[in-house]
């Protein structure tokens, strides 16, 4: 993976910078409620300020189908931007053209300028060339710090590159250099956690890990699905039966690899999906009545991979191992969460995740600071996860040998 980093930019002051972040963030009655990524957006911002460039910050926000409106204006965001910038922040209601090309003419070195949400242009989900010519007509390099964009290939995530000396940003660069640690060229034994609600929205990401992972451990839904292509009877449990074959074939796949795959051998069950239920009980894989869903695994194999993951240097995790969300069925993944966490402090475990419920389930087991990387890019991460090329990050590797 070649890219260039603000490391390698020359001199640029006075220069125009087209900076494209992630600003989709959640809002509530018009305010943010959670401005993660406008954090992680700072050190790219507040590094070019320093450089003296003019900063044109890119983002999108929601789904406007290519048209303006008012409720996902850019311009609802200023306010928190100039809040955690802890500087001024003018709103342009472009993206480019004359109103563009003036705003420039106003900013002064160091200064930082929003354009309007991108996606109100139809030219951008097209990465319609012209479209990207005319917001490239008013920069004079472009950086692009949005990973959890980098999966699609659109005019301000990837044409860009194409028409200008372009640049990963601060958290896209510490973002790559963090998975190809992880799977790119990682500490071997690896092992990869791969848990959440179905096989199906998954397959790729198995697929991939079994031919580069050493240990496959399997949870969550998914793992029914597995059990039951087994021959295990998994009651009322989640379970795509008809994936069974798929199932074998990514046993047999990884057996000819090398890579251990681990099911749960016990589980905790019950016959209703509530918090704390009266029917909740453990037991062995092969005793799960007819009644029963499988919502977390047991203590005892949790411990067992635990035990794995101390034989192990990497650590890969998508997907929680039980339903989380719904105590106590977060005890699995909570506790597996603690060990990954501890040997990531020791220093003997390099431990990457990521996915919207992994990061979520994370937090609520108070870890998430303690891994070594926490990927909150939902949809990159799993193509990433998959081995696919993202669009955004090959085209950063333009015009490099
Ligand atoms: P991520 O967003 O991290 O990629 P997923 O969306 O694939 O994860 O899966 C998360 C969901 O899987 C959670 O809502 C969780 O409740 C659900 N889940 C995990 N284990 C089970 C289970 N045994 N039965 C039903 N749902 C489960
Ligand atoms: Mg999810």
New binding site residues.
């Given amino acids: 993976m070649k890219f260039r980093t603000l490391d390698d930019l020359p001199e640029v002051t006075g220069k125009v910078a087209l900076v494209r972040v992630d600003l989709n963030l959640p809002m509530a009655d018009g305010a943010v409620t959670d401005s993660s990524r406008i954090r992680a957006a700072l050190p790219t911002i507040a590094d070019l300020a320093a450089k003296g460039a003019r900063v044109l910050l890119l983002a999108h926000f929601g789904r406007p189908r290519g048209a303006r409106n008012s409720e996902q204006s850019l311009s609802m965001v200023v306010g928190a931007l100039q809040t955690a910038i802890g500087r001024e922040v003018m709103f342009v209601p472009e993206i480019a053209g004359e109103v563009v090309r003036q705003a420039v003419g106003i900013l002064r070195a160091g200064d930082v300028a929003l354009l309007e949400n991108t996606r109100f242009w139809p030219g951008e989900e097209k990465n319609d060339p012209e479209l990207a010519r005319a917001i490239a007509a008013n920069g004079d390099f472009y950086v692009n710090d949005a990973f959890s964009a980098a999966h699609r290939a659109h005019a301000t995530t990837e044409g860009l590159a194409h028409l200008l000396p372009a640049y990963a940003g601060r958290s896209m660069a510490a973002e790559l250099s963090a998975l190809e640690k992880a799977l790119g060229d990682p500490e071997k034994p690896v092992a990869a956690v791969v848990?959440?609600?179905?096989v199906s929205?998954?397959l790729d990401v198995l697929k991939h890990l079994v031919a580069r992972v050493d240990h496959l451990i399997i949870?969550?839904?998914m793992?029914?699905t597995f059990l039951a292509a087994r021959g295990i009877d998994v009651g009322k449990?989640?379970c795509e039966h008809d994936l069974a074959s798929t199932c074998e074939e990514i046993m047999a796949e990884a057996d000819k690899a090398g890579c251990t795959v681990h099911l749960p051998y016990d589980v905790v069950v019950a016959t209703e999906?509530a918090a704390h239920p009266s029917s909740l009980r453990a037991c062995n894989v092969h005793e799960v009545a007819a009644a029963e869903?499988?919502?977390?695994i047991g203590a005892p194999a949790v411990e067992a991979l635990g035990d794995v993951l101390k034989t192990c240097r990497t650590l890969v995790w998508?997907?929680?191992?039980?339903?989380?969300?719904?105590p106590p069925?977060d005890a699995a993944t909570v506790a597996l969460a603690h060990t990954a966490a501890a040997l990531t402090r020791e220093g003997s475990l390099v431990s990457v995740a990521?996915?919207?419920?992994?990061?979520?389930?994370l937090h609520h087991a108070g870890v998430a600071d303690d891994f070594s990387y926490v990927s909150t890019a939902?949809g990159a991460f799993?193509e990433w996860m998959e081995g696919r090329e993202l669009p955004g990050v090959k085209a950063l590797a333009i015009g490099l040998a």
């Fill in positions: 848990g959440g609600a179905k929205t998954k949870g969550g839904g793992a029914n449990s989640l999906f869903m499988i919502l977390d998508n997907g929680p191992l039980g339903a989380f969300e719904t069925f990521g996915g919207g419920d992994t990061v979520a389930a939902g799993l």
